[in-house]
């Protein structure tokens, strides 16, 4: 069951994460905690804004403020 967002940006970062999700191959799994998850399941969680789905866009939302920022390059930077 699908649940609307409450306002527009929280739609806008569902689609975001959506799209970003869809932009990867559909055979890839990907783990959350101790669970499996296909591409698929992991785009109705966001959809349905169940508690993966709330994890993965918090994922998403840091990971590309984390890219905007530069931090990210400065992690990898880090290791070398």
Do not use: C, H, W
């Amino acid at each position: 069951m699908k649940v609307k967002p409450k306002n527009k940006l929280q739609q806008q970062l569902q689609d975001l994460v959506v799209a970003r999700l869809s932009a990867i191959p559909r055979n890839l799994q990907m783990a959350i905690g101790s669970s499996m998850y296909t591409i698929e399941e992991l785009v109705k969680s966001v959809q349905d804004g169940d508690k993966v789905g709330k994890q993965i866009t918090t994922m998403q939302i840091q990971y590309l403020k984390d890219l905007a920022s530069g931090k990210i390059y400065k992690m990898f930077d880090d290791q070398q």
